[in-house]
């Protein structure tokens, strides 16, 4: 059984930075795309960032590029989002996603697998 677990969020003052990781329990696939989306109540889901397992294949949201960065741990079960120069805009609830490819259609949330989410609050 597939299951993602998130951690990492918390509580920051603008400018700031936070750790999200994404742990994959029950590879899904081989080579897989995990995702990460955040989102505020009352607003739909946002693509952050998204990771090819097995493949170097990076993808940027136009908000976060140049302060998050997606990496994946040796070992293809964690995913890190690094987020930096954090802002109040950024306070949502995070999740990681997987499905099989990423491709042109990463940022849409048709994902198969999501985890519970992790709040990440930003203060001015």
């Known amino acids: 059984q597939v299951q993602l677990v998130e951690s990492g969020g918390g509580s920051v003052q603008a400018g700031g930075s936070l750790r999200l990781s994404c742990t994959v329990h029950g590879k899904p696939y081989n080579n897989y795309c995990l995702a990460w989306f955040r989102q505020v109540p009352g607003q739909e889901r946002e693509a952050v960032a998204a990771?090819?397992?097995?493949?170097?294949?990076?993808y940027y949201s136009d908000s976060v590029k140049g302060r998050f960065t997606v990496s994946e741990d040796d070992n293809d079960s964690t995913v890190h989002l690094q987020m930096d120069t954090l802002e109040p805009e950024d306070t949502a609830m995070y999740y990681c996603?997987?499905?099989?490819?990423?491709?042109?259609?990463?940022?849409?949330?048709?994902?198969?697998?999501w985890g519970q989410g992790t709040q990440v609050t930003v203060s001015s």
């Open positions: 996603a997987a499905r099989l490819i990423c491709g042109t259609t990463w940022n849409r949330p048709n994902y198969v697998y």
């Open positions: 990771i090819y397992i097995g493949g170097p294949h990076l």
